[in-house]
């Protein structure tokens, strides 16, 4: 038996060739890169975010007190010629949208975060031993 593969491009090979050649950039659907660092008093969470604001982004903590970083940008070029007619446009979109369990050692009412040199900076600092065993409660049993 013999497969038959069916082409269901309205754009002609040759057209597809002309764009897949490096003159028409593609867009890219790859997540940034994310760095985690743990020092003695806090987490550090790095967002490698070029070309971003902060704007750009989001930064809460969820019902399951996970910290969540979201993303969104969408860029649109204009082009007006009268004379011309597009044959392939492609618009800027990028969604993003990570979830970071944290664990209980954490003091979610300071985290910070801070947008440098396209990088998004997250800081999130630890509860002392102390502040933890404050935290805990004895439950009496009636």
């Known amino acids: 038996m013999t497969l ?10 040759v057209f597809n060739d002309m764009f897949d050649n490096g003159w028409v950039t593609k867009t890219s659907s790859t997540a940034p890169a994310i760095n985690v660092v743990e020092h003695k008093n806090r987490f550090e969470v790095e967002v490698a975010a070029p070309g971003m604001s902060k704007e750009d982004f989001s930064v809460r903590i969820d019902e ?16 007006e010629d009268p004379e011309s007619r597009y044959l392939r446009r492609e618009f800027g979109y990028s969604k993003f949208m990570q979830t970071i369990l944290l664990p209980d050692n954490v003091d979610e009412q300071k985290i910070n975060a801070k947008m440098e040199n396209g990088v998004l900076h997250i800081n999130i600092p630890k509860l002392t031993e102390e502040e933890v065993r404050k935290a805990q409660r004895q439950i009496q049993i009636s």
């Open 4 to 13: 038959i593969r069916r082409n269901q491009n309205w754009l002609p090979n």
């Open 64 to 79: 399951d007190t996970n910290l969540v970083i979201s993303m969104e940008k969408q860029t649109e070029d204009k082009f």
